[in-house]
């Protein structure tokens, strides 16, 4: 059983920038592929980025290359996302996930946070 709790969401504008953080509970964080998702209020929730677990490989969807950056910290068990040039249309609850590459990368990841509020103003 994995436990993770997100943190760093807020309010800011069209423009800056916000950095995530995921606090993971449990043993072997380190063999989890752990990714980042986003809700939008009316919208199904969405694919941000993804760390695998074996080699550190990216992924990002296209709305978020160039501006979010995620990475992952073994020794603290956490993993972050940095986003930069924060647009409008990045609103949204986040969501931390972690579990195997296959599930997390079909959207299906074994466990999720509870989410972290994120909005930015025009």
């Known amino acids: 059983q994995v436990l993770l709790v997100e943190s760093g969401g807020g309010l800011v504008q069209d423009g800056s920038s916000l950095r995530l953080s995921c606090a993971a509970s449990?043993?072997?964080?380190?063999?989890?592929?752990m990714a980042w998702f986003r809700q939008a209020p009316g919208k199904e929730r969405e694919f941000v980025a993804a760390?695998?677990?074996?080699?550190?490989?990216?992924y990002y969807a296209d709305s978020v290359k160039g501006r979010f950056t995620i990475s992952r910290d073994n020794a603290k068990n956490t993993v972050y996302l940095q986003m930069n040039s924060l647009k409008p249309e990045d609103t949204a609850v986040y969501y931390c996930?972690?579990?195997?590459?296959?599930?997390?990368?079909?959207?299906?990841?074994?466990?999720w946070g509870q989410g972290t509020q994120v909005t930015v103003s025009s």
């Open positions: 449990g043993r072997a964080f380190s063999a989890y592929t």
């Open positions: 996930a972690a579990g195997r590459r296959s599930v997390v990368l079909a959207g299906r990841p074994d466990y």
């Open positions: 760390v695998i677990a074996s080699d550190s490989d990216t």
